[in-house]
């Protein structure tokens, strides 16, 4: 049974004409790492902006635990590329307010946790700057700190990596493996990224949407067993093979809509 569910998910911003979504259907199970990739402005934010309830559909139904999504709660953490600290807090004055709003803990217990969270990303000697004093990669390292103290169970990022460069990406997508495995029942993760590698690296499965308004175009499955090592999976003729029928299904709907916008030129 899934656990997140879209069914037939349309959205259309107030004073737009054309869906952002359009008939959307995807079903998550519990504990499921899917990993979202389609062209840019094909709806994979709003898609977020949907399941984690700050926008509303049009028409459809989203449901967490077969419960409608209306508004955002608890048990969906949202990751943004952006890093979304507060600035006028430090690093650990940001995990600490996510585990006392999340009610995991409270004063010195808070502290001390989010130290250890702090530790667990390799900042424990940063704890005291704000985040305009730390570097892209570490505020996003803190992010997930932060993320890991929320517990949610379920997380929905938006391209969370996006701004950070190819070696800190390498130990944050580690990172993110570890909040995603916990310490209990697996998370259940909804992760958007233009990162083709990144997905086969992460996912269970992979969804390619269709250029917008956002559907699925395929679904994936990602055949590699756990853990995996960059290094092997690199030399692997699945890897290679889905990685150029991703790529090729994502500049097929590219090519087909240029076409159509240049009344079928020949590209
Ligand atoms: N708040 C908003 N109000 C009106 N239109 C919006 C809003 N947010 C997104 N859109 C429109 O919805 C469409 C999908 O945008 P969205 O940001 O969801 O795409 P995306 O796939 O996440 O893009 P990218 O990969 O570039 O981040 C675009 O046409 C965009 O202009």
């Known amino acids: ?36 990739v389609g062209p840019s402005g094909c709806g994979k934010s709003s898609t977020i902006g949907l399941l984690a309830g700050l926008t509303q559909a049009t028409s459809g139904l989203l449901t967490l635990n077969n419960m409608p999504i209306v508004a955002p709660g608890p048990d969906r953490a949202v990751v943004f590329q952006d890093y979304s600290l507060f600035p006028w807090m430090t690093a650990l004055d940001n995990i600490v307010f996510a585990l006392q709003e999340s009610g995991r803990a409270l004063g010195k217990a808070a502290r001390e946790e989010a130290g250890k969270l702090l530790e667990m990303v390799g900042l424990e000697s940063y704890s005291h700057k704000y985040p305009g004093e730390l570097s892209g990669g570490m505020r996003q390292r803190v992010a997930i700190a932060r993320a890991f103290a929320l517990d949610a169970p379920v997380y929905l990022m938006d391209e969370p990596f996006g701004a950070v460069d190819a070696r800190n990406r390498v130990s944050l997508q580690d990172l993110l493996l570890k909040l995603w495995i916990g310490s209990g029942a697996k998370k259940t993760i909804f992760l958007v990224t233009h990162d083709i590698d990144e997905a086969l690296y992460l996912a269970d ?19 590699f067993p756990r853990p995996r090592r960059r290094y092997f999976l690199v030399q692997d003729r699945r890897y290679i093979d889905l990685r150029n029928e991703i790529l090729s299904l994502l500049q097929k709907e590219i090519l087909e809509e240029f076409q159509q916008v240049e009344g079928g030129a020949g590209i």
């Open 1 to 36: 049974m899934a656990l997140l569910n879209l069914d037939s998910v349309s959205l259309v911003y107030p004073g737009d004409d054309r869906p952002a979504v359009a008939n959307l259907s995807l079903a998550i199970d519990q504990g499921e790492l899917l990993a979202v």
């Open 205 to 223: 499965r992979i969804a390619v949407f269709t250029p917008g308004p956002g559907r699925v175009q395929k679904i994936i499955e990602v055949p």
